[in-house]
């Protein structure tokens, strides 16, 4: 017999019993319960514990709430009445809150009850203290995301592929408007929401970035940085989001530590002996295969030294870095020997060398000399693709005789017809078309090695997806003009913490342009003519008229095709409108440009001045407050 005793109730004291009667050995089991010997009739477990009080109610009293209407006449009545300050508080003119648009494209989170809570404090603070609060409320209305969910909901789409394919289907003029109608929508919710957290502020004005009159002073802010000659369109390398379908900006990236590449290892032969030897290959290492095909030049440090490796038949060669010779020599599947030969980097410019997948190519590449190549991993040469890479790119650019990017890419990451190779048309160059790459160079001879390698890799920071650099025709913001402006401009800010100052100069210090085109049809539209030759046309005097032209039809109108706009001439300027025809641009103006603008249109304001306050996440220093900083600089 076993007798437990319990100071639980009794019906606990039965299940526990029922629980413990099938254990093996326990054949009889007599549990009690009872109460504990200090919970007695007049003292209750409560009075045992140091609980916290209050004297306020458990449920409100709606005889002494609020009216959750006040706050709306509370900001009303402090715009139109001149205040007393309180004794010992300084009464500037006018205290500008504003505020940086939250995205209209879903209901409000605890972030955004967090950063309207603070600023609803401030600006309660500053009426106290008898100033005079302007605190406009707005909202970021354009983009990829919200057009995405628009598609996905108008035409039910399961995935971003479909919502995709829908736009290209139905047309810009009808993704605008279910945008646009989710983008108003969403814009009432949010606003009802935060209203209920009666928060003091201009709610009957709110600004908008679709609003028609925040986007013709948008065009003016471009047409300003136009005519100082800040705006460019050039094809070059640009981050690419294949999942997107569009360009992106820097800060449209999210970097992700562990995305696992195939690196290869590839011989490219040269055209002619060296160092008295016949068959001497060029290794190199990439870790994006799939830019195989677009290689136009091979890059070597002029000031390192160089050796050949030699195979076990003694039959090939291979030129490397001396430094990396032991890095290379454990990765590569041929056995190979150091030749005692070695030679500087400058001895190899100018060496031809054959393409590597055709075979029955003419076409020889040459060997480039590039200060940035170094010794840190790799071969210490590298394999060059101007339409794939920044770097790449402004290495052939910098040539006497220039070495144009080529990019067999499509939008949807997918080679072109252009690529040359058959059995690459069509195929995903991150997956499909990487890994037949990586056959083709096998099947000729060329692959040495290849091996999973994990670094840090950018992703399209809305999709979640990894990007390509691709060679597009984009619009582009020159900002190295501006970098030195925008220093003392934050020199002159005062920002808590400190350090968001020395946050926010680095990201403005790292960049030297602005790709600010988009491939979408949500957004503010580049002002941009083409003629049949594809001759731009954009300048002061032409984004003036198109934007007369828009507040008299609408931002709507500048997306109706060219074929079924009958008056497609009242786009062009009247200096141009006899002996060709023009056509307009279809790409829009980054999001970013978009709200980086709204200081221009501080509505509630007398004047045109400038914002006391910009109280945001410590995100926006890479967003909102770099965009508004840039913008601003490069129209005074």
């Known amino acids: 017999m076993y007798n437990i005793r319990t100071y639980l109730p009794r019906e606990s004291a039965i299940c526990i019993h029922m629980k413990l009667v099938h254990f093996k050995g326990i054949r009889k089991l007599r549990i ?41 006449e509370l900001y009303q009545w402090q715009r139109q009445r001149e205040l007393e300050p309180l004794q010992g508080c300084k009464n500037p003119e006018e205290f500008i809150l504003h505020d940086g648009p939250p995205y209209a494209n879903g209901n409000l989170h605890t972030g955004h009850a967090l950063n309207k809570i603070l600023k609803d404090i401030i600006v309660r603070r500053k009426i106290l203290e008898g100033v005079k609060v302007s605190y406009v409320p707005g909202w970021d209305c354009h983009g990829l995301p919200i057009e995405l969910k628009a598609l996905q909901a108008h035409q039910a789409a399961q995935n971003v592929e479909d919502a995709l394919s829908a736009s290209t289907r139905i047309g810009p003029e009808k993704v605008r408007a279910i945008a646009q109608t989710l983008a108003s929508d969403t814009i009432n919710t949010q606003s009802e929401q935060f209203q209920r957290m009666a928060l003091c502020a201009d709610w009957e004005n709110p600004y908008k970035t679709m609003k028609t009159s925040y986007e013709i002073a948008q065009l003016r802010i471009f047409s300003t940085m136009v005519a ?32 696992t590449s195939h690196s290869v290892y590839v011989a490219y032969p040269l055209t002619c002996p060296l160092l008295e030897r016949s068959n001497v290959s060029l290794l190199i290492w990439t870790t994006t295969p799939w830019t195989i095909p677009a290689n136009r030049a091979i890059a070597v440090n002029p000031d390192m030294q160089y050796c050949m490796l030699v195979s076990a038949d003694g039959l090939r060669h291979f030129i490397v870095a001396t430094e990396l010779i032991d890095k290379v020599t454990a990765i590569i599947s041929e056995p190979v020997s150091v030749s005692g030969s070695t030679l500087k980097g400058s001895d190899l410019v100018g060496l031809s060398y054959e393409d590597v997948l055709d075979t029955s190519a003419k076409a020889s590449r040459s060997v480039l000399a590039a200060d940035y190549v170094s010794a840190e991993s790799g071969t210490g040469l590298v394999h060059t693709a101007p339409g794939h890479g920044q770097e790449d790119y402004l290495l052939c650019r910098s040539l ?11 939008a949807a990451g997918c080679y072109t017809e252009e690529v040359g190779i058959s059995s690459l048309v069509g195929l995903n160059v991150q997956n499909e078309g990487s890994k037949k790459v990586i056959a083709l160079l096998q099947e000729n001879g060329k692959l040495l090695a290849i091996e999973k390698y994990k670094h840090k890799y950018p992703y399209d920071w809305r999709t979640k997806k990894p990007i390509i650099v691709r060679s597009t025709p984009q619009f582009f913001a020159n900002l190295s003009s501006l970098k030195k402006t925008a220093g003392q401009a934050i020199d002159h800010v005062s920002m808590l913490p400190e350090s968001g100052k020395s946050r926010l100069r680095s990201y403005v210090k790292d960049r030297n342009e602005w790709c600010i085109s988009r491939q979408r049809s949500w957004g503010v539209p580049i002002p941009a003519l083409y003629n049949e030759s594809g001759d731009l046309l954009m300048n002061e005097a032409s984004i003036a008229h198109i934007i007369s032209v828009i507040q008299e039809k609408g931002m709507q109108a500048w997306f109706v095709p060219d074929a079924e706009d009958q008056s497609w ?6 200096s141009h409108r006899h002996g060709e025809k023009w056509v307009r641009g279809t790409e829009t103006l980054d999001v970013w440009f978009d709200s980086g603008c709204s200081w221009a249109t501080l509505q509630g304001t007398e004047n045109d ?21 840039l913008t601003s600089i490069a129209t005074r």
Request: hydrophobic residues 30%; without cysteine.
């Open 569 to 574: 001439q009242a786009w062009v300027p009247s």
């Open 228 to 259: 100082k000659g800040l705006i460019s369109r050039a094809e070059k390398p640009v981050y690419w989001s294949p999942s997107s379908r569009t360009a992106l900006a820097e800060a449209e990236l999210e970097y992700v530590d562990n995305h």
């Open 32 to 72: 009690s319960g009872t109460r504990r010997p200090y919970a007695t009739a007049n003292k209750k477990y409560s009075d045992t514990l140091a609980l916290p009080t209050t004297n306020f109610p458990l449920r409100p009293d709606h005889s002494i709430t609020p009216d959750p209407q006040r706050h709306i």
């Open 609 to 629: 001045v400038v914002a006391d306050l910009y109280l945001e996440g410590s995100d926006q220093h890479r967003g909102w407050f770099q965009s508004s900083l």
């Open 400 to 410: 006497e005789t220039p070495i144009l990017p080529f990019s067999p890419v499509d």
